[in-house]
């Protein structure tokens, strides 16, 4: 699966984190760098969400 954006081919995480975050019933994402663009944050507070939730047990992270 590729950025809708970019055309970044998107890892597992980067789909995990964008349905957590935007919209659990995607079926098209962004990746990382995009998304941060999107919610204008950096890109390393993208990753301590993802640490976090997986941390935490989100099973969309498994």
């Given amino acids: ?3 809708i954006k970019c055309n970044k ?3 597992a ?3 995990a984190i ?3 975050l ?3 019933g ?3 994402f962004e ?3 995009c998304l941060a663009a999107t ?3 950096e890109v390393s507070e993208i990753d301590r969400k993802i640490d976090f939730f997986r941390r935490h047990g989100c099973t969309l992270f498994n």
């Fill in 9 to 11: 081919e998107l890892s």
């Fill in 26 to 28: 995607a079926e098209s």
């Fill in 13 to 15: 995480d980067e789909i």
């Fill in 1 to 3: 699966m590729k950025c």
């Fill in 22 to 24: 935007i919209n659990r």
């Fill in 31 to 33: 990746c990382k760098e």
């Fill in 39 to 41: 919610l204008k944050v």
């Fill in 18 to 20: 964008y349905k957590r």
